[in-house]
């Protein structure tokens, strides 16, 4: 199975920016459909955003245009280009496969001033 491992979360003032990171362990990752996902206190987990190759992205509309996921298939890495950030985006972020595998420890953000 594959081990995914986030980074790059922290606390931020809105309107800043963050860009979160996603190790995939194996050989086998630009096979994998993948996704970023977050989950607010209290609130389900949500996809925010998935990515099979360069030209097929998509987005929860919360998100779009002002988030980018994009992935480097050499580094078994996938990012999330977080811009324009809002007090509710204040969540943990996982990555994931999908279908999804087992959830990593995920990556906590928070927007405050």
């Known amino acids: 199975q594959v081990q995914l491992v986030e980074s790059g979360g922290g606390l931020v003032q809105p309107g800043g920016s963050l860009r979160l990171s996603c190790a995939a362990s194996g050989s086998l990752f630009s096979l994998y459909h993948m996704g970023w996902y977050r989950q607010a206190p209290g609130k389900q987990r949500e996809l925010v955003a998935d990515?099979?190759?360069?030209?097929?992205?998509n987005y929860a509309d919360s998100v779009k245009g002002r988030f980018s996921i994009f992935r480097d298939n050499a580094k078994n890495t996938m990012y999330l280009q977080m811009n324009s950030l809002k007090p509710e985006d204040t969540a943990v972020y996982f990555c994931?496969?999908?279908?999804?595998?087992?959830w990593g420890q995920g990556t906590q953000v928070t927007v405050s001033s």
């Open positions: 990515i099979i190759s360069g030209r097929n992205i």
């Open positions: 994931n496969t999908i279908p999804q595998s087992p």
